[in-house]
């Protein structure tokens, strides 16, 4: 999906909405587990409720990964019922030596048909460029996560006065275009935030951490929303566990709409 | 696998040879593609084949998961057919906040059996404990990698004076003990390896970049030998792929058999 369609997603959809699929045998609801592939039940339901109030879905690799092959292929029959009006995001945060990082962009773009994959900074240029070789295919990068640990070292000073984090957007700046690269910010960052929105104007931000971590809504979108709306705001836990009995999918559409109409409204403030 | 034991088979063996599991559709012979299960044909081949010189075994998961779920089911025979000698080390690269990198672990770990997880450090201590909860398993933290990317953010100097990969390896030693800790040092960088080594004397390495990367083995091992070796010597492609004819499993025993003969020189030279 390239730039202009996500924008024109947003726009007619009133949305930025990402939702996160973290897909949790031990949370989903018990009667999904005496179905065949409960794990895929549980995204359908999801998927078709929540697909007129987001513009993305990201599935969270680690979760289907824990459940083995199964957690694969019901993620691959999930892929297949996310409509192409909607941006896909592969949360793996890969990133390793050039010829490797390239394997993952073949499984991620091609196999799987993602539009997205979120990369870690830390082994640098050649295990993130791979992911930027195709039209319409994303890199997201890691700056600054919502997580406590990002204190540890994306925080750090570094001896030319910026923080690690800033380095990380300043170079991979020179990387990619805001038609191909994207930002991982956390919500829980605000000031963060309205400071990278600064260094880097044009950028698409993917913004985890509002709802289950803390993060709001609101002062999230005045620190960061651009001319473009330039963000995708994720929530998981809070849509996909809305409740735990047989009304799960309606309990998560109304939590989708409830995020949807505030989106909105800050859309319109925006003159968006 | 505990320390003391991983120690116990490197003496035995004579051998701190991993060998890296980067299987490449592409690059294995020709005959092997017509069998049921290639990509499980060739790994058992270099496994059986290996299994005398080398004490470790590291699949890397981009070249597996590249070829979906036949790939991850692979990958899963290849495991069951390593011994319990044999130390093993799932080179995933991954890091996430806490609940997802429990999730990971928890597939490494119990579904794969692994001794050992590759981590990414950029997200920090929440993203990194959680590989470090159950006994006799292993997360190996990246430090100084061996592309040349390395340069763009691991090397970076900080306001404190230490450069990042420094700073990643004084904070990670407060984390984990050498008992269930190791750090990954490339082995293209010898004066780094060298003073690491007195950053961590007691730490396992696992060095990658011997080989095709162009590390040279005797320096590596001047630079990084501790009393009980301390560290595992990586190698892949020259191994792996040593023939692209019927006779590549001799051929890559050969050459681990070069290597481990090099390595019984280098340990006897250590008093080992």
């Known amino acids: 999906m390239t730039r202009a369609e996500l924008v024109s997603q947003i726009k007619q959809k009133r949305s930025f909405l990402c939702v996160g699929l973290d897909t ?7 009667h999904l587990l005496e179905t065949e592939d409960p794990i895929f039940e549980f995204n359908k ?6 697909l007129p109030y987001c513009v993305a879905y990201k599935p969270n690799f680690a979760f289907f990964e824990a459940m083995g092959e199964r957690g694969m292929k019901a993620l691959r029959k999930t892929m297949e019922l996310i409509p192409s009006t909607h941006f ?7 990133g390793d030596i050039g010829n490797t990082s390239e394997r993952y962009a073949a499984a991620y773009f091609n196999d799987f048909n993602f539009d997205s994959v979120t990369v870690a ?3 640098g240029s050649d295990s993130v460029k791979p992911f930027m070789k195709s039209d319409g295919k994303w890199t997201i990068l890691l700056a600054l996560t919502s997580n406590p640990g990002a204190d540890d070292f994306e925080q750090l000073p570094l001896a030319n006065g910026k923080k690690l984090y800033e380095q990380v957007v300043d170079t991979a700046k020179t990387w990619g275009t805001p038609e191909q690269l994207m930002f991982v910010v956390g919500a829980t960052r605000v000031e963060a935030l309205k400071a990278l929105r600064e260094r880097a104007p044009e950028y698409f931000f993917l913004i985890p951490g509002v709802g289950a971590q803390g993060g709001d809504l609101k002062s999230v979108a005045l620190a960061a929303m651009n001319k473009d709306c330039g963000m995708l705001v994720n929530a998981s836990r809070s849509i ?23 989106m909105s409204v800050l859309l319109t403030q925006h003159g968006l």
Chains 1, 2 share one sequence.
């Open 121 to 123: 900074p830390y082994m």
């Open 240 to 262: 996909l566990y809305a409740s735990s009995g047989e009304d799960f999918a309606s309990k998560a559409a109304a939590e989708a709409r409830l995020m949807q109409e505030e």
């Open 88 to 94: 896909t995001i592969a949360d793996a945060k890969r």
């Open 24 to 30: 949790d045998l031990s949370k989903i609801p018990v």
């Open 45 to 50: 339901a999801i998927v078709e409720a929540t």
